[in-house]
């Protein structure tokens, strides 16, 4: 929304939302203190807020205003009930559609923006359609048309994605309203990159797309976890595999595992709905995209305990890394939260060290409080929010790379390694350091997907 308001001064747009606090922090006067970390969206935000972008809890009004309202509220899986684990819980999406029902005024058209299962247009429009023809407070009679309009920005680079997107995808029924929100689209998008669609193949796109990353990745991660155990290296393999044009080279990167709001939560409500409409097969097939991806993660802490003569109980190890990926203080499913707790089951204690998430989140993704008090060999894992990389492998046994931040590529191994204790580790789930570095500071390194690397160290 501020990247649409920083492209079309002449169009205003108003972000509502029921949490006062989460509003207040988007009006904060202090840029560097917006609920998102996101590059460049302080600045658009900077540009654009008080004059034609605005954030308010009056929801009502909101709607009544609007001309076009986006429906951006989350819609994670289900945790219980039916569906529970897989289909996507859409409580939110409902109430949303019946407050734009109850408020809306004129002729209103209703973009879903949120990522959602296939056919939910058709729930939101009975929803709308209960409401159309009643003449609201200014008697004009109520009319909606619904469009899907799924967003494919990454995380980390939300805002060059958005500006430049490879495609826009609207789906839908009404061409008057496609024609509408591809004009604003058109402010700054080639029209040759605006795809209209039916409302489903809109909606199933996004899930598929999502699901085709997410399956090269789980892809490269097995053929990495066969580099380590073969003597070859999955970035040879990767970049020979990938000059093929047929292939391409990006998402071909191995590590620890996708994490992030969409993937895993995507492909579970797609295996959910192949099942539902019988299709047991397919089902299987995608769910095995999430099934390898929980299995690496699990072979990373099982190879760091192997590694460390068997047992990490009262070892100190340092994390570096918690965020699913660069750029972005987001854990959502990231790696680091289910290698971490593998390694606190086994009664390590970890010292966690991220440059943008904050200690407090690290407590909710653990389900376990900080303590400072080492372990000892009791058994039970501890950890602690380190506030640097020094800091971290102050003592440790080893340091365990899980977020491909940039500066974790030029550490300074020679000085890390006297503070750590001996014979110590560096186990590089992202592939970021530098081997020959890491070896001459008299560290042992295990890189993910490195044949070569892993078996000249005498581990595998
Ligand atoms: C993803 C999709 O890219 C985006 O189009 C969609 O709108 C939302 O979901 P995002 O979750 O922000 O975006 O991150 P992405 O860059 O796709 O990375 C997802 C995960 O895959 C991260 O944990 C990342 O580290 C991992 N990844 C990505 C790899 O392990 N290897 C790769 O080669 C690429």
Request: net charge negative; charged share 20%; hydrophobic share 45%.
């Amino acid at each position: 929304m501020a990247v649409i308001a920083d492209r079309c001064p002449q169009i205003q747009v108003t972000v509502v939302d029921l949490n006062a606090d989460r509003i207040a922090a988007w009006n904060s006067s202090d840029l560097s203190r917006l609920p998102v970390y996101e590059p460049g969206l302080d600045a658009v935000v900077g540009r654009c807020r008080g004059r034609n972008l605005f954030f308010s809890t009056e929801v009502e009004r909101g709607i009544a205003e609007a001309d076009m309202v986006f429906l951006s509220v989350n819609t994670p899986t289900k945790t219980k009930g039916l569906g529970a684990g897989q289909a996507s819980d859409l409580r939110w999406v409902e109430a949303s559609a019946r407050s734009v029902a109850a408020y809306a005024q004129g002729h209103t058209i209703v973009v879903e923006k949120s990522t959602l299962p296939v056919r939910t247009a058709a729930a939101v429009q009975a929803i709308l359609q209960a409401a159309q023809g009643k003449t609201a407070a200014s008697d004009e009679s109520k009319s909606f048309s619904v469009l899907s309009n799924p967003e494919f920005l990454a995380e980390g680079t939300a805002v060059a994605d958005l500006e430049r997107p490879d495609r826009v995808l609207i789906g839908g029924e009404d061409s008057a309203a496609i024609e509408a929100l591809a004009s604003i689209y058109a402010h700054w998008v080639p029209d040759e990159r605006i795809l209209r669609t039916n409302l489903w193949s809109s909606e199933l796109s996004k899930l598929t797309a999502n699901a085709f990353l997410a399956q090269r990745i789980s892809s490269i991660n097995s053929i990495a976890a066969f580099c380590e155990s073969t003597g070859a290296d999955v970035r040879e393999v990767a970049r020979a595999i990938g000059m093929d044009s047929r292939i391409g080279p990006k998402f071909l990167q191995a590590g620890p595992g996708f994490g992030g709001s969409c993937f895993q939560k995507d492909i579970l409500n797609l295996v959910y709905l192949c099942r539902h409409y019988g299709l047991d097969e397919v089902a299987a097939y995608w769910q095995s995209v999430v099934d390898l991806n929980t299995w690496q993660q699990h072979r990373i802490a099982r190879l760091v305990v192997n590694n460390l003569f068997g047992t990490v109980t009262g070892k100190r190890l340092a994390v570096l890394g918690f965020a699913f990926k660069a750029d972005t203080n987001d854990t959502r499913e990231a790696p680091a939260i289910r290698i971490c707790r593998d390694l606190l089951e086994e009664g390590a204690e970890l010292a966690i060290y991220d440059p943008k998430v904050a200690p407090d989140q690290m407590v909710r993704d653990l389900g376990l409080a900080a303590s400072s008090a080492g372990p000892g060999l009791s058994g039970e894992g501890c950890w602690q929010a380190s506030a640097s990389v020094a800091e971290a492998v102050q003592g440790a046994d080893a340091a365990l790379i899980l977020t491909e931040w940039q500066a974790f590529r030029a550490l300074p191994w020679p000085q890390l390694a006297q503070q750590m204790r001996q014979p110590a580790w560096v186990f590089d789930a992202r592939a970021v350091v530098d081997p020959e570095v890491v070896r001459s500071a008299g560290l042992r390194l295990w890189r993910v997907g490195d044949g070569s690397v892993n078996q000249r160290t005498g581990n595998g």
